[in-house]
């Protein structure tokens, strides 16, 4: 088993953000018969356009004039690209009227868009993309581990992608340790492992569980006759930690079935090998 280990993330992002739509910019057509001067009402309804952002939203902005005996009927309507109506007033206008009609249609327009701010952006936002569809870490542990009691670390690799609301992929990691007393001399464990993961965060914690396999390294020293020998392992592992702003802190247990032992040559000496790890383990996301 292994001591809480720490391991150490380097996460890369792949793929390119998609670019927003370009929308057209607002239309502003004046048809005046006498009464409407059309440059100041385009002044003023584009100055109401640019304080509520609202030029780049494809609207349309019509203001006509039909003249009468006495003054005119002045008619405003705003109309999005799509054709829906939004707004469609007429103000009867005397000629003593005509030079404030401006700053009447430029308010009406502009109480349109304060109390309905959809009409700025009729687009609901496009849900965000994917912060990452590659990501990529290194990992570091140190280990505690039994029977017997020793210590061991760890290195690798891992490279996972989303997939539904987890993230899965696969891990190549290197682990060695430091040598453990057998009768009068030791024995150190050195192990290559690939391994098949998965994670999935939950609010403020996140989980991962990982299957391991690969080969064994155990080597005697201090011994009147050293020997080595490679072995099959394989292990599972989980994780669960505590989520914070740099990254995860948790605790990880890791075991084996495998009941492999380390034996001297003449069969005197007879050691397990450790097959038990838990640690304390850190995930330090580097984006």
């Known amino acids: 088993m292994r001591w809480p280990g720490l391991a150490f993330v380097l996460v890369a992002c792949g793929g390119a953000r998609p670019q927003p739509p370009v929308r057209p910019a607002s239309a502003i057509v004046v048809e005046a018969r006498g009464c409407l001067d059309p440059a100041q009402v385009e002044t003023r309804i584009r100055n109401v356009l640019i304080q509520h952002g609202a030029l780049p939203t494809g609207l349309r902005i019509e203001a006509s004039e039909t003249p009468g005996e006495s003054g005119s009927a002045v008619a ?57 569809t590659l990501a990529i870490a290194l990992t570091g542990a140190v280990n505690g581990i039994w ?50 993961s998965g994670r999935i965060a939950r609010a403020a914690w996140a989980f991962h569980g990982e299957v391991r396999a690969g080969a064994l390294r155990v080597a005697g020293s201090g011994f009147t006759e050293n020997s080595a020998d490679w072995l099959v392992w394989w ?31 003449d069969g005197a000496v007879s050691e397990a090998i450790p097959r038990l790890r838990v640690g304390i383990a850190g995930i330090f996301d580097l984006q």
């Open 76 to 132: 405003l309507r705003v109309v999005r690209p799509g054709g829906e109506l939004g707004l469609d007033r007429a103000y009867p206008l005397a000629r003593v009227d005509c030079a404030s009609a401006p700053a009447l249609l430029a308010l009406a327009v502009d109480r349109l868009l304060a109390e309905f701010p959809e009409w700025i952006d009729p687009t609901p936002p496009a849900p965000p993309p994917p912060e990452h």
């Open 147 to 196: 029977p017997p009691l020793g210590t061991d670390g760890q290195l690798g690799a891992l490279a996972d992608t989303e997939l539904g609301p987890a993230r899965v992929g696969g891990s190549l990691r290197i682990r060695g340790s430091i040598p453990q007393r057998a009768g009068s001399g030791r024995f150190q464990q050195t192990s290559i492992l690939a391994g098949a």
């Open 235 to 265: 292990e599972g592992a989980v994780f669960g930690g505590r989520r914070f702003g740099w990254g995860v802190l948790g605790l990880e247990l890791a075991a084996s079935p495998l009941a492999h032992r380390a034996v001297t040559i």
